[in-house]
T-cell receptor
Framework: RKEVEQDPGPFNVPEGATVAFNCTYS??????FFWYRQDCRKEPKLLMS???SGNEDGRFTAQLNRASQYISLLIRDSKLSDSATYLC????????????FGAGTRLTVKP | NAGVTQNPKFQVLKTGQSMTLQCAQD?????MYWYRQDPGMGLRLIYY???????DKGEVPNGYNVSRLNKREFSLRLESAAPSQTSVYFC???????????????FGPGTRLLVL
């Protein structure tokens, strides 16, 4: 079983749609959680950190469920520019050099 | 402020050849990392350097060596390339490592390596 699992998609949604991704992780000791965005043939870039209480950044909302060991990302009012692969990243705080990446969920927003 | 830079951007090697991938950061970060990304898999850590003068193995270190030349530069060497090392290689850096939570890593643009 992979340590961090994501639905690879692709998710194809129209502009303006709301889309949600989930990510599950296996290490119950994990302490830090992130969503990164990766455009085609580009490097990953931090989209947002995920805090225990959940957090929002504009159209993006991240949630953490420790009991069920998953994190989620909700994108509201999708834009064409949101088309990318979204990577779930989980880190054991006691070993900050051990970030585990999911394989990513691919999103395509269409006109 | 260039962030994290990598050279070369593309490389084709024959099996058994050697090469060094270069990485530099200008953010005064202490920690640097080398990852590989393969289709259908998440990024996997090859080696990391928590601070200048130290290096440690990550998840998939076999076939690679690293050198933390100074605080800015962290190179990855393939001594005898194999087709299984065909991948996209990303270098990353972060301010610190160890016990700090929510530490962001910044990635370079990647090196696409094909081993024939």
């Amino acid at each position: 079983r992979k340590e961090v699992e994501q639905d690879p998609g692709p998710f194809n949604v129209p502009e303006g749609a709301t889309v949600a991704f989930n990510c599950t992780y296996s290490n119950s000791a994990s302490q830090s959680f992130f969503w990164y965005r990766q455009d085609c043939r580009k490097e990953p870039k931090l989209l947002m950190s995920v805090y225990s209480s959940g957090n929002e950044d504009g159209r993006f909302t991240a949630q953490l469920n420790r009991a069920s060991q998953y994190i989620s990302l909700l994108i509201r009012d999708s834009k064409l520019s949101d088309s990318a692969t979204y990577l779930c990243v989980v880190n054991d705080a006691f070993n900050n050099n051990d970030m585990r990446f999911g394989a990513g969920t691919r999103l395509t927003v269409k006109p | 402020n260039a962030g994290v830079t990598q050279n070369p951007k593309f490389q084709v090697l024959k099996t058994g050849q050697s090469m060094t991938l270069q990485c530099a950061q200008d953010m005064n970060h202490n920690s640097m990392y080398w990852y590989r990304q393969d289709p259908g898999m998440g990024l996997r850590l090859i080696y990391y350097s928590a601070s200048e003068g130290t290096t440690d193995k990550g998840e998939v270190p076999n076939g690679y060596n690293v050198s933390r030349l100074n605080k800015r530069e962290f190179s990855l060497r393939l001594e005898s390339a194999a087709p299984s090392q065909t991948s996209v290689y990303f270098c990353a850096s972060s301010l610190t490592s160890g016990w700090r939570v929510q530490e962001t890593q910044y990635f370079g643009p990647g090196t696409r390596l094909l081993v024939l």
